[in-house]
């Protein structure tokens, strides 16, 4: 969807819940000495200004980063909020990196790293924000460029599907996605981002997922109020495939954390 700009959620609740553990993954995967492949779907523009007035206006930050890192969600040495203070030590307090920059500070000279962005804008920010971490950009379709770089080399690694589901037909061509992605890359962790909205939308692809009996599958979700009056999303969900040992207990941990501060009431 050509539409779909993520700077106006920046740093919203949703991401401090993805990026908590998707942080935690790459921490994880990147003790091992192994080279390993990072592949994302829908990657965005790669920085956010969180004073720019597109954030401004939602205020999605403030209910997100602003708080619940404040509150303690995670610990000052996880791999999120160092990844994030990295980024911030180069940029300015006011940015907010998403899911690629992250990544890219995790990540190893040995690793690789393939990202797509289809919208024109979002592509060339990407280029730029990414150009000093020997990321390769792609100008395409997501689940094409996922498609026919599996099985990547290195063989090992992580691939982040987020995409905007701004387009109804996403809930129910992803199941058939990942179901291809795995059967291609079996021994690949595909990581699932999905939002929770008042109409349950997603309810419908879980099922799907969960009838392909896919390996090591871990389903973890968080819920939070409406960031603004009006707002449909009510929480966040990950579906990882192949998940990586001790995800499942860091999940819970960060589950307890979420509500020791008050986010979900």
């Not at 995670?74 to 180069?90: F, G, I, N, S, T």
């Not at 060339?124 to 599996?150: I, T, Y």
């Not at 992605?181 to 008042?198: A, D, M, S």
């Not at 509500?259 to 009431?265: M, Q, V």
Request: net charge positive.
């Amino acid at each position: 969807m050509l539409s779909y700009q993520h700077i106006y959620h920046a740093g919203n609740p949703a991401d401090v819940h993805k990026h908590a553990l998707l942080c935690w993954m790459l921490g994880y995967m990147t003790g091992k000495a192994k080279p390993l492949s990072y592949i994302e779907t829908h990657a965005g523009r790669g920085l956010y200004r969180l004073d720019a007035p597109e954030a401004v206006r939602t205020g999605e930050a403030a209910a997100g980063v602003g708080r619940l890192l404040e509150a303690g969600v995670v610990q000052q040495d996880h791999p999120y909020p160092r990844a994030l203070a990295q980024v911030r030590a180069e940029h300015g307090a006011q940015v907010y990196a998403g899911s690629p920059l992250l990544a890219a500070m995790l990540l190893r000279a040995e690793d690789r790293m393939d990202l797509a962005e289809l919208h024109p804008q979002e592509h060339d920010a990407l280029r730029f924000a990414m150009s000093p971490c020997g990321a390769r950009v792609h100008k395409r379709d997501g689940f094409d460029m996922a498609q026919s770089l599996c099985p990547p080399t290195p063989r090992r690694g992580l691939m982040l599907i987020d995409p905007s589901y701004e387009v109804k037909d996403d809930y129910s061509a992803i199941p058939g996605q990942i179901a291809k992605l795995h059967r291609k890359w079996n021994v690949g962790v595909i990581c699932l981002w999905y939002p929770i909205l008042t109409s349950a939308m997603h309810g419908p692809m879980l099922s799907a997922l969960k009838a392909q009996d896919l390996p090591n599958a871990l389903r973890h979700e968080v819920r939070f109020a409406p960031v603004r009056p009006g707002h449909r999303m009510v929480g966040s969900g990950l579906f990882v495939v192949n998940a990586p040992f001790g995800l499942a207990a860091e999940a819970a941990r960060l589950s307890a954390a979420w509500d020791a501060t008050g986010a979900s009431r």
